[in-house]
């Protein structure tokens, strides 16, 4: 299949899935879109027990596509760009303290609270996997996914504060996971040479602070030239092109993408920006230009990750790792969030159970599939993608369909 092939086919799947979730699941876009193509490749691999034409062109369709390409060099930027272009930054200012603290100090802890876990796991199993390995796998498997929770808590209606810190820290802590994803990567590819820490804090400073630091530059130079003209046409050409153009500068500068976009979205999104660069018109052409990318980049996403199934190796072993897996990441999750709460609690209004609704609402997500993905064979690649993809499928779904009710029970008090 050519690429006009597979993207044409990918969006009739996500107009089709998205109806019927419309008309008949009415369930939040990500875990409708989910929910329907993991039910519908599971036909299509019993009708194969007939017939396998049908089985062997969706394997063909999700085998053309380099998951951790389009959703780390392509998609995500537009994603973060777009949720952040609709978050509340005076909330967000209020709360970057410990904002700051879990997208970094508790992806660390959470980091080596899995790894080490995971590694006597499978010891206690029989499996001698390496530490670093499963280091590798707590770094991937740490951060939030800001997709699938701001897809999520669009429709929760959780306290504004509370919002503010689980999407605040799900926009930041990917950018900040990728990076000690790759520190430990480039340690377990070449266990042999030596690493010096400063290699890794310029590695840190380069990829999170220049990052942070492009993205103030470019959401500068954006409202600059939004504040220059009157034309909703023009203007929404800039905000693509800021997002397109600092993505690709990102990369060729080794910073972090994802960062520099939701920095940049930060600042165009914002109120005082907002209404002295744009005008009503413009403001609103804006907003649903990339209210409509947000829907359209998250139906391919998550119909490409419920097709993924098709390419991995589910040994029975494997399924057991992951299932035995989960309560361990949402125990380490509770764990890394219970230091910087503790710390901000004497400062700032903690809505109540703010720890057990931040680690139910954590979702996982693309992001740690494609990372996962990123993994040799000599690194565990198969077992540790099953984990991961099991891990993701029971967050959106198990997690995602609960984390309302859980929530509005917890912080009754606040409403």
């Known amino acids: 299949m050519d690429y006009y092939t597979t993207a044409s086919v990918l969006i009739v799947l996500s107009a089709m899935f998205s109806y019927l979730n419309v008309k008949f699941l009415k369930l939040p876009i990500t875990i409708g879109l989910m929910l329907i193509t993991i039910v519908f490749t599971i036909i299509v691999v019993a009708i194969a027990q007939f017939d396998n034409t049908l089985l062997i062109r969706e394997k063909e369709l999700i085998s053309q596509i380099d998951f951790k390409t389009v959703l780390l060099d392509i998609m995500l930027s537009f994603l973060l760009f777009a949720g952040a272009l609709h978050t509340n930054f005076d909330q967000l200012k209020i709360q970057r303290g410990p904002v700051l603290a879990f997208a970094t100090i508790g992806v660390l802890i959470s980091t080596f609270l899995v790894g080490i876990i ?91 602070i220049g990052g942070v630091i492009l993205g103030l530059i470019l959401g500068y130079l954006t409202y600059k030239l939004l504040k220059s003209i009157d034309n909703y046409e023009v203007e929404v050409l800039i905000t693509i092109a800021a997002v397109m153009g600092g993505s690709l500068l990102a990369h060729k500068l080794h910073m972090s993408a994802p960062l ?32 409509l990318i947000d829907v359209l980049l998250n139906a391919v ?115």
């Open 260 to 291: 520099a976009m939701v920095t940049a979205g930060l600042i165009i999104g914002h109120d005082t920006v907002r209404h002295s660069a744009m005008s009503n018109e413009t403001e609103t052409y804006v907003d649903k230009f990339w209210e």
């Open 118 to 208: 995971m590694h006597f796991m499978f010891g206690f199993f029989g499996y001698d996997i390496p530490l670093i390995y499963c280091l590798l796998f707590g770094a991937l498997i740490s951060p939030t996914d800001p997709i699938a929770v701001l897809g999520i808590l669009k429709k929760v209606g959780a306290p504004k504060k509370l919002e503010a810190k689980i999407v605040g820290e799900s926009l930041f802590n990917d950018g900040v996971g990728v990076v000690i994803f790759l520190t430990i990567f480039s340690i377990a590819k070449e266990p042999n040479a030596a690493i010096e820490f400063s290699e890794i804090i310029e590695l840190f400073a380069v990829e999170v």
């Open 301 to 415: 996403l998550f119909i490409m990750i419920g097709m993924e199934m098709l390419v991995l190796n589910f040994e029975l072993n494997y399924i057991i790792a992951g299932l035995i897996a989960v309560p361990i990441v949402l125990l380490c999750r509770f764990t890394s969030l219970w230091l910087p709460i503790k710390f901000y609690a004497k400062k700032l209004q903690f809505v109540p159970n703010t720890n057990v609704i931040m680690t139910w609402g954590g979702l996982r997500g693309g992001i740690s599939i494609a990372l996962a993905l990123s993994l040799t064979t000599d690194m565990y690649r198969d077992l540790f993608l099953v984990i991961t993809y099991i891990i993701v499928v029971i967050s959106i779904i198990g997690q995602g369909l609960t984390v309302e009710p859980i929530m509005k029970r917890l912080t009754k008090e606040e409403h």
